[in-house]
């Protein structure tokens, strides 16, 4: 009984709201600017708001030249490891047996840590991935509850969960322009977690390894 009316309170509260967004809704004429339909309800695409802000292009264009660097870097590896396993094997006829076995180990111990140490700047760079969304999404939230204020809201839900609504209550695009005006790109919140060498220091190259939850689904 106290969950229905506390229902029906809220739905009161919505429609008493309706002859004032109806007011809002009509058309202006020459020389009106727009008009913003007040809503308790706006909603927002998350995804939308980070791929189109300078933020998330500045993080899409990091990725994928770090993702470019180390593929290159692996081929790099790669290449240096067949020549020294191939020219171990050449000189395998002229050494004693027990020699060959120890240089064979090391070589293989070492190609172990090597892969490792790849894998792990692979990882590095999907965590960084990770860290950029975070903090940009914890860096949306004060703008968002800003503009809840401002616009008189209550509530802010995904617009992908959304069956039907009106397109004036979607604040994705403002945000977005609120966004890289007051925030930018966000270079430099976040901490590189891996550097590639793009100049090929070879197979001895060390790895350097040392974490967006959406605020809608906490």
Avoid: H
Wanted: glycine residues 6%.
């Amino acid at each position: 009984m106290a969950r229905d009316t506390l229902i029906a309170a809220a739905l009161a509260g919505i429609c008493a709201l309706a002859p004032q967004a109806a007011l809002a809704q009509e058309q202006p004429g020459a020389g009106q600017s727009r008009i913003v339909v007040p809503s308790p309800v706006l909603t927002l695409d998350w995804e939308t708001l980070y791929d189109q802000s300078q933020w998330g292009i500045r993080v899409r264009r990091e990725i994928a030249a770090a993702s470019r660097a180390l593929n290159a870097e692996n081929n790099r590896i790669a290449d240096d490891l067949v020549a020294e396993e191939r020219a171990l094997t050449d000189r395998r006829p002229a050494m004693d047996p027990k020699a060959f076995r120890l240089e064979a180990d090391a070589f293989d111990t070492r190609a172990t840590e090597i892969r490792a140490a790849q894998k792990a700047k692979a990882q590095a760079i999907q965590t960084q991935l990770e860290q950029e969304r975070q903090a940009f999404i914890q860096s949306v939230v004060p703008v968002l509850d800003t503009m809840l204020t401002e616009r008189g809201a209550v509530v802010v839900l995904d617009r992908r969960a959304i069956i039907r609504g009106l397109a004036n209550i979607d604040v994705t695009e403002d945000l977005v322009t609120l966004i890289d005006r007051d925030i930018g790109d966000g270079a430099g919140v976040v901490a590189p977690l891996v550097t590639i060498d793009s100049e090929g220091a070879g197979a001895d190259a060390p790895a350097a390894v040392p974490a967006p939850t959406d605020p809608s689904a906490q």
